[in-house]
């Protein structure tokens, strides 16, 4: 174990854009068509105000309490811990496009429109691999989220209970044998867990039948959300499926639901739609997929949402084995790193949106050109 | 000289779709702009009705007439002669594809209504250049075109100017001492002549200033009509422009009004819309070009009008010097094959519309690839 990182203070990114975020690398159960498998807790100390009525100092006393035990309790091999209020917007930008902190916490609001940048604030991930991350004084003292590629829910949930049972024992949770876990929001309160999966449905969104499986998961009380969560728009056809409530049902409960009967169910749909494109539009899907290459590895200038929309045909493409010489992995992370953060990290300045919509197409560009000589190679 | 040729009665074609139409080669003066030249002179003969009035045996007897004349007057090297109501559909399309007859003709439709497929009519063209062709019993007995690459009214002139008098030692044409020539339609009486510049306008479009130029040229009794003349949508940004009134003017006086000022004027107009996108918004002009690159050499299914599109977007990149390993013959010869009659001939078999769209993709693939390795080499 080498212990814990601190990246504060400095222009240091959380990770070098290249590597981490391991859950976008296209491997995993079921990766065809989930993304990742994402739980989050979320736990508030005992004995101090949530954060809506909680003072500069308290905020400040939080942080502080969480930072030791967090950095200390050997939740990962390497932890890194960045105090928000401290870090450079490009930082913070970072680190949203990651999806290790909510917009929200990067802005240092809270859902009661208070708050501000200079709010006492921190992320802490385990690095390189991105697959454990606390946002502390978010909505609650702490939020706790683990991801996994591919459809893992019983896995991720293994590992948050651990750092949760970890945690546990060196702070005193708010808990209510009545309620379960106390949070800050009601729609939180009980298990305090949400499950969130990341999925890739293009053929529902091209068959027009994406709507049917939105009011059906509606129906069970899931919400679908865009690419970046609550308030985002789906880019490129990816979606977030998570539950509404946490009040009520166990975590194992909602996990199962989920894990064994609801997204196998979505991926069957999925996948169905994508044989019957095969089957009865095999032109018409060869021609957009073969397009949307032909674009990215051509244009001189393209904005995150066309890049996001034609890296998804792609993946799409992959998947579905009309495009044999591209490889999954270096389209899945071009996703990241199209976005405006991490290619200013990649191209290592500050760039206006012009710039950087040439140097996004100047990317895309080279590196599929190199994937397709690997894959054809 | 190899004399006449005579092609009817069998399925073979006008020409080898991949040689004649030597206007469409993109050389010749001003060649950026002007792709090529045409005079056309409306002549009838004297004695007979005009084509309204002319009964079935009178047409028979006006194209016996005109046939051994055109055949025999050592016009060209070698003579094409097509009797249009004995050939097929694909012959007919060719023909209007290549711009050696009007639609009109194509149908056998007089602009009265009257008419259709077996009206006794043909077309005479020197093969395999297509500089010079004659269609007899159109709208009059006999419309002589000429047409040269790039801005050569004054060529073209001179050699239409020796048809007619070739013609005309053998045949007497019908004329009036106050008015000149007689014509079936009012707006061709006088000289007869119609004179027309192919262009290639993307830049004027582009920045919204081709409603301009269309304005000042029918402030001057110029049309602007699309690629395949009259009733034609503009395809690809190709626009004909052309006189619209024959009488009171000789040939001279329109003549070298077209070549020397009006065309030299729009020529400048376009270069300078060009030269603008490349100052002011090089990179859009840029991302434009090679979008269009990138969609010709992957699509897998592509319309008429959308490779129309593409290859002028094309064809301004290599005018523009953005594009250079691509070659401008293939590109403009590209802008005959992927039309549907022409398609046809080169894969050899008649083809739905969904087929064509299929086979047009896949040429326009194989094509661009070989001539950018070529111009790459």
């Keep these: 174990m080498s212990g814990p990182t601190e990246s504060n203070g400095g222009a240091r990114p959380a990770s070098s854009p290249e590597e981490g975020a391991e859950w976008l690398r296209g491997k ?3 990766a ?16 101090r105000p949530f954060m809506p009525r909680a003072s500069r100092d308290e905020r400040e006393e939080i942080l502080d309490s969480c930072r030791s035990v967090i950095l200390q309790s050997g939740l990962a091999q390497r932890m890194m811990w960045m105090a928000l209020h401290l870090a450079s917007k490009e930082e913070r930008t970072l680190l949203v496009e990651r999806h290790l902190i909510s917009q929200q916490h990067a802005r240092g609001r809270l859902s009661d429109g208070t708050g501000g940048l200079k709010e006492p604030r921190a992320v802490a991930a385990s690095v390189p691999d991105e697959r454990l991350s606390i946002m502390v004084n978010e909505e609650d003292h702490l939020r706790i989220q683990v991801i996994r590629a591919g459809l893992a829910f019983e896995e991720a949930y293994q590992a948050i209970d651990a750092v949760d049972d970890a945690l546990e024992q060196r702070l005193d949770f708010a808990f209510s044998p009545r309620f379960g876990y106390l949070t800050a929001c009601p729609t939180n309160v009980g298990t305090g867990a949400r499950l969130s999966a990341m999925l890739h449905l293009p053929a529902l969104k091209m068959t027009g039948e994406l709507e049917k499986v939105k009011r ?43 894990e064994r009967e609801i997204l196998p169910q979505v991926i069957r749909y999925e996948r169905s739609a994508r044989a019957k494109l095969l089957d009865k539009r095999k032109n018409a899907l060869e021609d957009q997929v073969h397009r949307a290459i ?52 990649v191209i290592g300045q500050s760039l206006t949106q012009e710039q950087r919509r040439t140097a996004r197409a100047t990317l895309v560009r080279s590196r599929l050109k190199t994937s397709s000589r690997k894959g054809a190679g």
């Design 216 to 258: 059906a998961a509606q129906d069970m009380s899931l919400a679908v959300r865009g690419f970046y969560g609550e308030g985002s728009e789906a880019a490129g056809d990816f979606y977030q499926l998570s539950n509404q409530t946490t009040l009520g049902k166990s975590e194992h409960v909602l996990m199962h639901e989920l």
């Design 294 to 345: 032909g674009l990215l590895t051509h244009a001189r200038l393209m904005s995150t949402e066309e890049a996001m929309h034609l890296l998804s045909q792609v993946r799409l493409g992959i998947v579905c084995e009309i495009l044999k010489g591209t490889d999954l992995a270096a389209v899945s992370r071009l996703m990241l790193l199209i976005q405006p953060g991490h290619l200013q990290q």
């Design 28 to 30: 995993g159960k079921d």
């Design 32 to 47: 065809d068509v989930v993304l990742s498998s994402r739980v989050r807790l979320a736990r508030n100390l005992a004995g």
